[in-house]
């Protein structure tokens, strides 16, 4: 397993450099942005066969937010200030004073890369529509029945059991955020359960979990999103 995301590594590709997580202290920013980030080919109701970057590029010529957005975007994963849109001979591209360059043919793996890096599921489209309605009334049932827990509480929570600082915890990425606070979720979950386990007439009861215990940050909202509340699979339904 890669490293990279907890000690907050950039990736680094030809053309672009180096492409860095989202820190704390960007994230309300950075999210001003996201959802330029979700536009997908998928979400086109034509598909004439141009990259994403192309059809971006042409929705932003008649809006300009659009590409303001872009520019923002690729200052704050490059952690630069100079990104500004090019054209030339029909071709369009993004670029900064550095050398920096984000055009057609890296964007898509781009776009990948800021995803994962910040803990983004990009939102699944399906061609059914009812298949679409069903999935996102699972998922937002699922929203409303868990816990609402939001950066905020991670963060205090997270300063209140370690004792770091507001300062420190705002050069955090996500992933070392939501690292640190679910393994805090897992050891307090661990005290907890040591304390019943003590007991004689618990014990037999208890089975102690592993505060170690691998942290899946990228679980697909979407498993299991077709199966009833009985375990049968309902994707058959919708065909």
């Given at each position: 397993m890669s490293l990279l995301n907890i000690f907050q590594k950039p990736r680094e590709f030809e053309y672009i450099g180096k492409i860095y997580p989202i820190q704390m202290k960007d994230w309300d920013e950075f999210e001003d942005y996201v959802q330029i980030l979700m536009l997908s080919n998928a979400q086109f109701e034509v598909d004439d066969g141009s990259p994403l970057f192309r059809k971006l590029v042409a929705i932003g010529s008649q809006n300009n937010d659009l590409i303001f957005g872009l520019q923002n975007l690729f200052n704050l994963v490059t952690r630069t200030t100079t990104f500004t849109i090019k054209f030339e001979n029909g071709d369009y591209w993004f670029s900064n004073d550095k050398g920096q360059i984000v055009n057609e043919f890296n964007y898509d793996e781009l776009r990948k890369v800021i995803l994962h890096q910040n803990l983004l599921i990009e939102p699944?489209?399906?061609k059914n529509k009812l298949m679409q309605e069903w999935a996102d009334k699972v998922l937002k049932a699922r929203q409303k029945d868990s816990a609402n827990v939001t950066l905020e509480d991670m963060i205090t929570s997270v300063a209140a059991l370690s004792g770091k600082d507001y300062e420190k915890l705002s050069t955090y990425s996500i992933y070392q955020l939501k690292s640190e606070f679910y393994r805090w979720q897992h050891i307090k979950s661990f005290d907890a359960m040591s304390n019943l386990y003590g007991n004689p007439y618990a014990a037999s009861e208890v089975k102690l979990p592993q505060f170690a215990e691998y942290l899946d940050l990228?679980?697909?909202?979407?498993?299991?999103?077709?199966?009833?509340?009985?375990?049968?699979?309902?994707t058959q339904a919708f065909k």
């Open positions: 699944k489209i399906f990228y679980a697909d909202p979407y498993k299991d999103v077709f199966k009833s509340d009985k375990g049968m699979n309902i």
